[in-house]
């Protein structure tokens, strides 16, 4: 049997999710990945789908507020931080 594409997608990016480079994005993203991509309509996916290629380094400082993040991501990783229960700095 075969995932229809939006499944196959989706089983793509939690395996993308859960195995990072870095324990603690593993972490982060691998909860947040599993609770809440089925639910994100198809252009929330393709921005979680780009922000996977950024390198976990500067993923973890941009989640955690540590560095201010690009605009372009502050939305979505400040709604992956609340899951996680990361309190990102002001």
């Known amino acids: 049997m075969t995932l229809d ?31 809440a991509l089925a639910d994100l309509a198809d252009a929330d996916l393709d921005a979680y789908e780009r922000m996977l290629d950024e390198n976990d380094q500067d993923l973890y ?17 400040g709604r992956i931080a609340a899951a996680a229960g990361v309190a990102r700095a002001s």
Do not use: Q
């Open 5 to 35: 594409p939006r499944e196959a997608r989706l089983k793509k990016l939690r395996m993308r999710s859960w195995r990072r480079g870095m324990k603690e994005m593993d972490l982060i993203l691998g909860p947040y990945a599993d609770s």
């Open 61 to 77: 400082l941009w989640v955690t507020g540590a560095l201010p993040c690009p605009d372009r991501l502050s939305p979505l990783l």
